[in-house]
C-alpha cells in the first residue's frame, strides 16, 4: 500500500507565499519522477512542474519564475514554494509520483487527495 499526502494549502493575499509538501509513504523501493499538478473549478487539471529522481525539472509557462519544486529522496518528500501568488493561481494542487513498489517489478502512478489553494485579489 503507497499513500501519498499533501499539505500545505490555505488561504492567501495575491502577492504571498505558501509552500506545499508531499510525502510518499508505504511500500516503496524507489520513487521516479514527481509532479505537482492543479485544477480550478470549471477547468481541466493542469501541469505546474515536474521533478526527475535526479533533480531536472520543468515548469509550466505560468508559473516560472515564481514557484520552485523540490525534492528530499531521503524524506520521500516533495515541495513547491509559491511565490508571488495570484488570484489565477487558485485550485486545488495534486501531486504525483511514479513510484516502484516494493516486491514488485511495475511502477504504479499514484496520486495524493489534493489541497486546496485559494489567492484572494
Known amino acids: 500500500q503507497v499513500q501519498l499526502v499533501e499539505s500545505g494549502g490555505g488561504l492567501v493575499q495575491a502577492g504571498g507565499s505558501l509552500r506545499l509538501s508531499c510525502v510518499a509513504s508505504?511500500?516503496?523501493?524507489?520513487?521516479?519522477?514527481m509532479g505537482w499538478y492543479r485544477q480550478a473549478p470549471g477547468k481541466q487539471r493542469e501541469l505546474v512542474a515536474v521533478?526527475?529522481?535526479?533533480?531536472?525539472?520543468v515548469y509550466a509557462d505560468s508559473v516560472k519564475g515564481r514557484f520552485t519544486i523540490s525534492r528530499d529522496n531521503a524524506k520521500k518528500t516533495m515541495y513547491l514554494q509559491m511565490n508571488s501568488l495570484k488570484p489565477e493561481d487558485t485550485a486545488a494542487y495534486y501531486c504525483?509520483?511514479?513510484?516502484?513498489?516494493?516486491?514488485?517489478?511495475?511502477?504504479?502512478?499514484?496520486w495524493g487527495q489534493g489541497t486546496q489553494v485559494t489567492v484572494s485579489s
Open positions: 508505504g511500500s516503496i523501493f524507489s520513487i521516479n519522477g
Open positions: 504525483n509520483a511514479d513510484i516502484n513498489v516494493l516486491g514488485s517489478y511495475t511502477t504504479i502512478r499514484y
Open positions: 521533478i526527475s529522481s535526479g533533480g531536472s525539472t
